[in-house]
């Protein structure tokens, strides 16, 4: 069965210092992977996605991502933190049409 | 471009009642997706649709929940009779096209409290 694991429910990190969030997925075949956003009270936002090609994905807000394909990790960063990217990160897997959420990260970024 | 709309933001029932939630997806986009978002928790897939059918609703309790987007357009998702861990925010997406490798599009969710 398909999982995908965030096993950190909060990270916190200050600000100007990087930043990792990881997810990890175990799925059966070669899936696409994303990386949304949510702020309070809203819905998910799009940040980035992997497809296939080169290992390391840029996104949006100066985020990217790093595919491991041995590690089955998709591993979002930042060089360098805001206050403003404290929100709620979810890590998706997308495979033969079927998509699973990861629980969510709660990134703080302290000033 | 707008984006995906739904309504109401906020709904409180009392359990065994029934509740009903709308959206109104990117224009042109023929795939549309509720999720249920239960809090410290992932969404979760309820129904996807593609233009008027379903592709999968697989995860949606049908003895409780139904869904409908009987014009390939706006879609209606709704509970009766509502159960006390029916309590989540209801998400609507849309996509182009369905394929793998679209990104959703997600509207601010209707938040469901149940008493």
């Known amino acids: 069965a398909q999982s995908v694991a965030q096993p950190e429910d909060q990270v916190n990190v200050a600000e100007g210092n990087p930043l990792t969030v990881k997810c990890t997925y175990s799925?059966?075949?070669?899936?696409?992977l994303f990386w949304y956003v949510q702020y309070p009270n809203r819905g998910l936002q799009f940040l980035l996605k992997?497809?296939?090609?080169?290992?390391l994905v840029k996104g949006s807000y100066g985020f990217e991502a790093e595919f491991n394909k041995s590690q089955t990790s998709f591993h979002l960063k930042k060089p360098s933190a805001l206050v403003s990217d404290s929100a709620l990160y979810f890590c998706?897997?997308?495979?033969?049409?079927?998509?699973?959420f990861g629980k969510g990260t709660r990134l703080h970024i302290l000033p | 471009e707008a984006g995906v709309a739904q309504s109401p933001r906020y709904k409180i029932i009392e359990k065994r009642q029934s509740v009903a939630f709308w959206c109104n997806p990117i224009?042109?986009?023929?795939?549309l997706y509720w999720y249920q978002q239960i809090l410290g928790q992932g969404p979760k897939l309820l129904i996807q649709?593609?233009?008027?059918?379903?592709?999968?609703d697989s995860q949606l309790p049908k003895d409780r929940f139904s869904a409908e987007r009987l014009k390939g357009v706006d879609s209606t998702l709704k509970i009766q009779p509502a159960k006390l861990e029916d309590s989540a925010v209801y998400l609507c997406?849309?996509?182009?096209?369905?394929?793998?490798?679209?990104?959703?599009?997600f509207g601010d969710g209707t938040r469901l409290s149940i008493l």
């Open positions: 992997y497809i296939t090609g080169d290992n």
């Open positions: 224009s042109g986009h023929a795939t």
């Open positions: 649709f593609q233009n008027n059918g379903v592709v999968d």
């Open positions: 997406a849309s996509s182009l096209d369905g394929q793998n490798n679209q990104p959703q599009h």
């Open positions: 998706a897997v997308r495979l033969d049409d079927k998509i699973i």
């Open positions: 799925v059966s075949g070669n899936p696409y």
